[in-house]
Structures are given as structure tokens and as C-alpha cells.
């Protein structure tokens, strides 16, 4: 069988994510504060339009790069939300997920040899994807004590001949790490230094605390080396409506929609009537879960420094990665013994790079009360470890 299986696939590690979601599972009595989505129901208006679209029977196929009501939706969101400015006809492909939009992007600007510069922890996918389009990606480990800030410099020492791009995500998954405008400025002008596309994942845009997002992509000189992923699942509670898109400069786009056209054909027609409401009406319900999990987000981090665990603050997203180095154990042994013991699911870092090692992600897209429980069950294990 071995010889009718890819290589290349073969090498890669299954997601670290799922791992602990699969065992979950089969373990009713557990708590998962392990993956990544919100708790709240999509927007009523939302799924209503959705239901709407296929009362009237619009079922069919859309074109390609997706119906053009949602495509002029998604570009004045994006001017009045980041600055962005990209035509609906030439410039924002919708996909299936971001997820797609990644995998599209990587095969769309990636020769065989082409380096990219991945900044970790990071999403699962990235690696993978740059490895499947033939690229290869080349890490840099973020640190603590810059607030798993992305720094210029850490670019400088990675570059080669043979750097093509840069890939961020911030908000970040797994660290709840935010970058400013003045964060953003020495990595844009690195990346025009040296002639160099960004691939910016700002699923969580709409998710940060006490601050306003800023894509890179707003910053002068960047838009046509930018590709700006983003999507619904996050910021509307549209997970399982799987849809996304990114906007970036026609070349490019033209390429992506290449890519989608033969993989995918066209985003569920469904979902895209749904993503028209959600864009054009649900701003207070935005706000509505983003100040839920601003309160849940408070009451980890206050409840994680009493139990004495080491927790850099997030300022976005619905995580908080709290280190774990001080029990001397792995992250992987950490979560499992957790798992087993107190029936907590809870993704060891080590899953987003080797610089998570010694952290823990843990999600705050669950109650108020299913945190509580969970952090009781935390507590008392970390008693035992201590004795």
C-alpha cells in the first residue's frame, strides 16, 4: 500500500488540534476548553437569510470567485472596518473557510524551493500547506517576553535567496498575541525591502480587546504584496457554514481563482446568502460575543495567576496560553495526564511549533459556568503535581 501513498503527505504529522478533539468525543463526561469555536448560535437574521435563499430555490452554483452582492459586501466591510480597499471584481475570492483560502494562496504564489517565513505558535495548517504547494517553511519562534510580538530583526536572520514570503497571523491562534500599527511597520517595510509577498490570517480580526485591528495590508505599499485571509467563522459563530475569503492584488487572485475553480468550483451558495446578511447587519451581535468573551477572558487570566500559573494576557482572539514549564513535564504529557485525570481537554502548544512547548491553549468560546467547572477540575490536579 506504501507505494500508492504521497510522500510528501505521508511525512505530515496529523493535527494536534483533532488529536485531543477525537479522544474528547469518545469521553461524554469530559470539558473541552480545546477547540476553536464560538458557542454562541449563528446570528437568527443570519440563518434566516440563509433559509430565505433556499425557500426561493437559489441553489445553484454562484461563479467562481462567488456571488458578486457578497464580493461588493466584503469589500466596503473591509474599507470600514480596516482601511481595506479592493475591488469586488478583480480582488476577494470567497472560499471555503480560510482554511481553503491558505491552501489556495500557498499553491497560487509557491515554486518548488520557495521559502516562506512562518512566525510560531501558529495555526496547524500553515505548515502543512507551504509543504504541500512545494514551498518550505522556515520558523521563527516567537518569544514571551516580546508578547509573541513578530520583530523584524528575527526576519533579518532567517532571510535567504530563496525567501519569497512572510506569513503572520494576529490576532493570533494559539497566543491571543495582537500586533499595532508601529508593531506592523518594520515588518512591511522588511518585506519591501526585500521584495516579499505577506500572508496575513486575520480570522480573529473582529476579536480584539481594547484596541482596534490593523491589517498590514492597510499600511502604504503594501496592498499589492499582501494577501489578506479572513472569513465568518469566527467573528458571526459561522463555523459550520464554511466560509471564508481573501483579497489581494488581481495577479494574484486571478491565480487563487484558478486554483479554487478546479478544486472547490464555488463556496456553498447557501452560506454565501447567509455571509450577505451577517455583513451587512450584525454588527451589535459582533459586539454582543466579543464583549462575552472579553469578560471570560478577564476571568481566566485573574483565575490562572491565583492558581500560580505564568499567563501572558491576550489581547485578541478567544485564547489564553498559559506556560506550564515549572511541573517539568511536556506539554503532550501534561494534557493527557489532565485529560485522563480530571477529564479537562486542553491543546498542548507543542501542537502550534516547538516554541509552545511548555504552554497550554486553551479556549474561552465556552461559558462562564463550563470555565468554572473546568478551572476547578484544573486547580485540584495542579494541587496533586505540587505535593
Known amino acids: 500500500m506504501r507505494n500508492f501513498l504521497s510522500e ?7 493535527s494536534g488540534i483533532r488529536k485531543f478533539f477525537d479522544i474528547v468525543s469518545e469521553m461524554p463526561e469530559a470539558i473541552s476548553l480545546g477547540v476553536g469555536e464560538p458557542d454562541f448560535d449563528t446570528p437568527w437574521r443570519v440563518r434566516e437569510a440563509g433559509i430565505t435563499s433556499l425557500e426561493k430555490g437559489k441553489t445553484f452554483y454562484t461563479s467562481n470567485a ?26 476577494i475570492l470567497v472560499t471555503v473557510g480560510g482554511s481553503e483560502g491558505i491552501d489556495a494562496a500557498m499553491r497560487s ?16 495548517s500553515y505548515l502543512p ?25 528575527q526576519l533579518e536572520e532567517k532571510l535567504t535567496d530563496k525567501t519569497k514570503a512572510v506569513f503572520i497571523s494576529y490576532p493570533n491562534n494559539p497566543t491571543g498575541a495582537v500586533m499595532t500599527k508601529e508593531d506592523l511597520e518594520p515588518i512591511a517595510e522588511f518585506a519591501e525591502e526585500h521584495d516579499l509577498m505577506v500572508i496575513s490570517d486575520e480570522i480573529y480580526s473582529e476579536l480584539t480587546y481594547g484596541r482596534k485591528h490593523v491589517s498590514i495590508g492597510s499600511l502604504p505599499g503594501m496592498k499589492d504584496r499582501t494577501l489578506v485571509i479572513n472569513g465568518f467563522s469566527k467573528a ?6 464554511r466560509l471564508g475569503y481573501v483579497a489581494g492584488p488581481r495577479a494574484i487572485m486571478e491565480q487563487m481563482t484558478k486554483v479554487h475553480q478546479f478544486c472547490i468550483m464555488a463556496a456553498p451558495t447557501t452560506s454565501q446568502y447567509a455571509a450577505i446578511e451577517a455583513l451587512r447587519s450584525c454588527d451589535d451581535e459582533v459586539e454582543e460575543m466579543r464583549t462575552a468573551y472579553n469578560q471570560r477572558r478577564r476571568y481566566l487570566v485573574h483565575a490562572f495567576k491565583e492558581m500560580g500559573l505564568e499567563c501572558f494576557e491576550p489581547e485578541g482572539a478567544f485564547y489564553i496560553f498559559p506556560s506550564i514549564k515549572k511541573f517539568g513535564m511536556s506539554s503532550e504529557e501534561f494534557a493527557t495526564r489532565l485529560l485522563n485525570e480530571e477529564k479537562i481537554a486542553i491543546v498542548p502548544g507543542s501542537a502550534f511549533g516547538e516554541c509552545g512547548e511548555g504552554y497550554l491553549r486553551v479556549s474561552y468560546a465556552y461559558s ?19 505535593k
Open 109 to 124: 504564489i509557491l515554486n518548488p524551493g520557495d521559502e516562506v517565513i512562518v512566525a510560531q505558535p501558529c495555526f496547524v
Open 236 to 241: 458571526f459563530a459561522m463555523t459550520g457554514w
Open 368 to 386: 462562564i459556568e463550563e470555565l468554572k467547572e473546568a478551572l476547578g477540575r484544573l486547580k485540584r490536579f495542579i494541587s496533586r503535581l505540587e
Open 66 to 91: 462567488g456571488l458578486k452582492e457578497l464580493r461588493y459586501e466584503i469589500s466596503q466591510y473591509l474599507e470600514r472596518k480596516y482601511q481595506l480597499v479592493y475591488h469586488p471584481d478583480h480582488e
Open 8 to 14: 510528501k503527505v505521508t511525512a505530515l504529522e496529523p
Open 129 to 153: 500547506c507551504i509543504i504541500m504547494a512545494g514551498g518550505t517553511p522556515v520558523v521563527v519562534n516567537l518569544k514571551e517576553e516580546d508578547k509573541f510580538k513578530l520583530k523584524k530583526e
